[in-house]
């Protein structure tokens, strides 16, 4: 089974502050994705990565970065976290990009 | 714009009552659509995926039917078990995803 695994459960941090967010997955799976989900709004696309190094942007990329240095991680760093950025943060992994996506259990992130 | 509509919102049914949940979609140029189940505090967990219209996918109580427009997810004989929010997602030739907003299904026993 493939496993994707977010670095924390649950994260608060303060307004300002620069946070990183960190998921690996074990499946030697190309593509990896970073999501947001809020109530109402659904699962948004923040970026993703279709190797190493390579990052593109999603529909909501406006203060947030991404990192690839290594295949089996992809990282999600807000650059200055503001209170608009609290949200359940999900990572994704896929072989290719037509098939289906296998997710991490989720970031709850506070920013106070 | 790619757009996915999921309907309805909210579902609630007594156990074994048989039931369906949509997904309406417009979209680029289709390459797959995707049933994923979510339970409350975890990551959604793929069910299905159609690629062509008339296809069908089935496991155990849920069937999943795809027509050019939209998609289906038949569940037959539901237990309390089956209770989850269930996501649709469909992948365009820009070969990104498009999430609809997803049915909450409450099974009763």
């Known amino acids: 089974d493939v496993k994707v695994t977010q670095s924390s459960r649950y994260l608060v941090k303060r307004t300002g502050e620069k946070v990183f967010l960190e998921c690996v997955q074990d499946?030697?799976?190309?593509?990896m994705f970073w999501y947001r989900q809020d109530p109402g709004l659904g699962l948004r696309l923040i970026y993703f990565s279709y190797d190493v190094k390579m990052k593109e942007k999603g529909d909501i990329p406006e203060g947030y970065s991404v990192s690839r240095e290594k295949k089996e991680r992809f990282s999600l760093i807000l650059e200055s976290a503001s209170t608009n950025q609290t949200s359940m943060y999900l990572c994704?992994?896929?072989?290719?990009?037509?098939?289906?996506?296998?997710f991490g259990d989720g970031t709850r992130l506070s920013i106070l | 714009e790619d757009q996915v509509t999921q309907s309805p919102e909210a579902l609630r049914l007594q156990e074994g009552e048989s039931s369906s949940l949509n997904c309406s979609y417009t979209v680029s140029g289709l390459r797959g659509l995707f049933w994923y189940r979510q339970d409350p505090g975890k990551g959604p967990e793929f069910l299905f995926t159609?690629?062509?219209a008339g296809e069908e996918k089935e496991k155990e109580r849920l069937k999943a039917t795809l027509t050019k427009k939209e998609s289906f997810l038949h569940i037959t004989a539901p237990k309390p078990e089956d209770s989850a929010t269930y996501l649709c997602?469909?992948?365009?030739?820009?070969?990104?995803?498009?999430f609809g907003d997803g049915t909450t299904l409450t099974v009763k026993p």
């Open positions: 994704a992994s896929s072989r290719t990009v037509n098939q289906p996506q296998h």
């Open positions: 499946m030697d799976h190309e593509n």
């Open positions: 159609l690629y062509s």
């Open positions: 997602a469909v992948l365009a030739n820009a070969g990104k995803s498009t």
